[in-house]
């Protein structure tokens, strides 16, 4: 069966530090890949997608970059970490785009 | 990308009633998807149904789709209070796009 692992569960980092957020799945081949972020109370925005190694589609521009190094791997990012980039972030994976999505477990990203 | 707006956001009701969301979009869609998320975890698929159905049934779930109204309605019935949760609604036209959530307490 498919699984998907989302690391650290919570995280707490100084503004201008760097980070890396890294998302994997198993049991399955070529994924649709996804970070979302959520604030809270509020819905999700979605950051980025992948349909393949290397194929990424930010979906709005901001401090944050993403990765897809190897098929069920990918991977968020950011240089130096913003106030306003605190949040929940979901990495999430799908068989075809638009259809049903399997979230991993979230990371508490707090930057202070 | 158009969003799926729940109504209404906040939902308290007592163990054994049915809770009602509904959730309004703007444009044409493929599909229309509610899932479920309990606080601090990650979201839950809970039904998908397609632009060309009207009604779908899974367990205590019913959803309809009104595509000429633009709305769904995700119906829960005899409640429980393991249902207390966020329901979100995500609409499909190239890719998924979820509203702000509709938070439920189902009081014990």
């Known amino acids: 069966s498919q699984t998907i692992h989302q690391w650290p569960a919570t995280l707490v980092q100084p503004v201008g530090s760097p980070l890396s957020l890294e998302c994997t799945v198993e049991?399955?081949?070529?994924?649709?890949l996804y970070w979302y972020r959520q604030a809270a109370g509020r819905g999700l925005q979605l950051l980025f997608y992948?349909?393949?190694?290397?194929?990424i589609s930010s979906e709005v521009p901001q401090n944050l970059s993403a990765s897809r190094p190897q098929d069920r791997q990918f991977i968020l990012s950011s240089k130096k970490l913003l106030l306003s980039d605190s949040g929940f972030y979901l990495c999430?994976?799908?068989?075809?785009?638009?259809?049903?999505?399997?979230f991993g477990s979230g990371t508490q990203l707090s930057v202070l | 990308s158009q969003q799926g707006e729940e109504d209404p956001q906040a939902l308290s009701i007592q163990e054994g009633e049915n809770a009602t969301m509904n959730c309004s979009y703007k444009?044409?869609?493929?599909?229309l998807q509610w899932y479920r998320q309990n606080s601090g975890r990650g979201l839950v698929h809970l039904i998908l149904?397609?632009?060309?159905?009207r009604e779908k049934h899974s367990g205590r779930l019913r959803v309809t789709l009104d595509t000429s109204k633009k709305s769904s309605s995700l119906l829960i019935t005899a409640s429980r209070a393991a249902d207390t949760a966020s329901y979100f609604c995500?609409?499909?036209?190239?890719?998924?796009?979820f509203g702000k959530g509709n938070q439920v307490v189902v009081i014990p």
């Open positions: 992948s349909v393949g190694i290397g194929q």
């Open positions: 149904i397609r632009s060309n159905e």
């Open positions: 444009t044409s869609i493929n599909n």
């Open positions: 995500a609409t499909d036209t190239n890719r998924l796009a």
């Open positions: 999430a994976w799908s068989v075809r785009v638009g259809e049903k999505l399997f």
């Open positions: 049991g399955t081949s070529n994924p649709n």
